[in-house]
């Protein structure tokens, strides 16, 4: 299974990329599979590609998606481990 996560590209330098992914990370990334990419796109990146160019709407709402699940792994991480102070 591939993995691919939504970003606002910030940036271009040639065939890279910085882009933003909402949540203070901002990483390079390699353009080159990618015509046209611009700053303001929001782009798919998988292992350190940006594979697709992607409408807003659809990143804000798979990265919400990502933070709600982070959030609930943390959570039971946390119960795991006995922080709840029960």
């Excluded at 691919?4 to 990370?25: H, Q, R, S, Y």
Aim: glycine share 10%.
């Amino acid at each position: 299974m591939c993995l691919a996560i939504p970003g606002l590209l910030i940036e271009v330098d040639g065939v890279i990329g910085k882009v933003d992914f909402g949540d203070g990370t901002i990483r390079k990334v390699n353009l080159a599979l990618l015509e046209g990419a611009k700053p303001g796109d929001y782009v798919l990146v998988h292992a350190g590609y940006a594979i697709q160019i992607v409408p807003e709407d659809y990143a804000r709402e798979t990265l919400e998606l990502w933070r709600r699940i982070l959030s609930i792994e943390e959570d039971l991480n946390s119960n795991a481990m006995g922080d709840d102070n029960e």
